[in-house]
Every structure is written in structure tokens, then in C-alpha cells.
């Protein structure tokens, strides 16, 4: 059996995509630095920082529309640099009205400037208002398993637990945090924030999340476009490792790779 990631879909939504990996577009040297580090990724959808990225709010600026056009990319405006759940209800609203009604949105509010954790509070005070709105809301949040499910239970569209602070690169820190979440989900878990290398993707996908979305660990790699690449492919490798099921753990119970029966004898 050969894995083919077209045929591998998940939905978000009434969406579906084939691309587990999200990418952002902030951070990178240069607008084509950005379109060729996304097409490497093989990435669906991109993220993009309202507050920060011109999608058409400063008509005299170079665009991001430009360099990744929304009819080859699924765009997933974000409230990344709002504190207050009413923040990230304005910024969202105003995405919705840049992109001609799309309802696809990525809700974050946060904590604290210096390390970007969520506030949980404002963010379920959030979620609940945009839902009700009509939009489809993929959640940044704390990997707190009781948090999430609450998430859910308001109607996000998917659910993204922090690996570890944004932009640490440190990895995920609580897999079994991650673990209990992805029992109790109905909707898509999708690893956001702290993922550093290829080897973070792979063991996100390997607990079996949706997707994983990364933005500093491509943009900020020394070669950002064969970072996309191989972030591609260690979220493939992960995936796939899941799909076919990883072999028990054993402790101290050596089995050896090679038939124990039917040995040449060294004995003379």
C-alpha cells in the first residue's frame, strides 16, 4: 500500500483540504521569499496576520493577494496582536469584509507581550460571539484538555493547542496534554505555535493530530524555502507513521529482529 496524501483529506468546516501543514506568511525577508517557502511546503492554508499584512486595507502597499492569490491559496485571517476578545472580534470581522465574506478565521487572544501565551477567558468570550456569527472559528489555545473541550462545545471548527510559546521553536513540551485532547475531540486538532523542526511535525502528526501550523520555524530557518520542504515532509512521514501504527513499547523486553531457530551452530 503506497500512502497518497490526495486522497488523505480532512475538513474544517465545509472545507476540505488534503495539505495537513498550515503556514504563515509574517516574518520572512521578502515577499518572494514568502510565495517560494508556501510552495514549497505544499501547503493549502496560509495564515495571515490581519493587523499586520496588507491584504488590500493600504491599496498603495505591495499586497500579500499578490504574491499568494486566494484562488491557489485557502487565506485564514487571524487577531495574532489582540488582548481583548473584543479585539479579535473587530479584526476578524474586518478580514471577513477584506475577503469579500470569507468566514474561515484563526481566533487568537492573548495573555501577555512577552510570551504570547492565550488568554483563555477572553478567547472563549470570543469563540462564542464569531460562532454565533457565522464563522467558522479554528481556535488558538492552551493545551488545557478541559479549555478545549469547552471550545468545541461553543461550535469551533477546529481546535489548535499551543506545542509550546510561539515562535520558541521548544518543541512539544506535553504530548500527553495533546493526547487527552485528541481523545475527547470531534472537530480537527491542529498543533499551533513552538513547533522548530521537521522532527516537531512528525511526532505532532504521530499522536494523530490534524495538522500542524508553523510560521517562525519555516520563516526564520537560515534557508526558509528547503525548510518548507522538509517540514512538508516530515508532516507526510508523521502521518503516514500513524496510519500504519506504531509498534508497542516494551521495557526490558528484548525481542530479537532476526529467527532465534535454525542457527549456525559455532560449536565444533
Sequence with gaps: MTYQAASDTWRVGERSFSSRLLIGTGKYASMEETRLAVQASGAEIVTVAIRRTNIGQHPNEPSLLDALPPSEFTYLPNSA?????EDAIRT????R??????NLVKLEVLGDPNNLYPDMAETLIAADVLVKDGFDVMVYC???PIAAKRLEDL???AIMPLASLIGSGMGILNPWNIQLIL???TVPVIVDAGVGTASDAAIAMELGCAGVLMNTAVAKAQ???LMGEAMKLGVAAGRMAFLAGRMPKKLYSAS??????????SAK
Design 81 to 85: 496582536g489582540c488582548y481583548t476578545a
Design 92 to 95: 476578524l470581522k474586518l478580514a
Design 97 to 102: 469584509e477584506l475577503l469579500d465574506g470569507h
Design 142 to 144: 492552551s493545551d488545557d
Design 155 to 157: 461550535g469551533c471548527a
Design 183 to 185: 481523545e475527547k475531540a
Design 223 to 225: 534557508n526558509p524555502v
Design 256 to 265: 530479537p529482529s532476526s529467527p532465534t531457530t535454525g542457527v549456525i551452530s
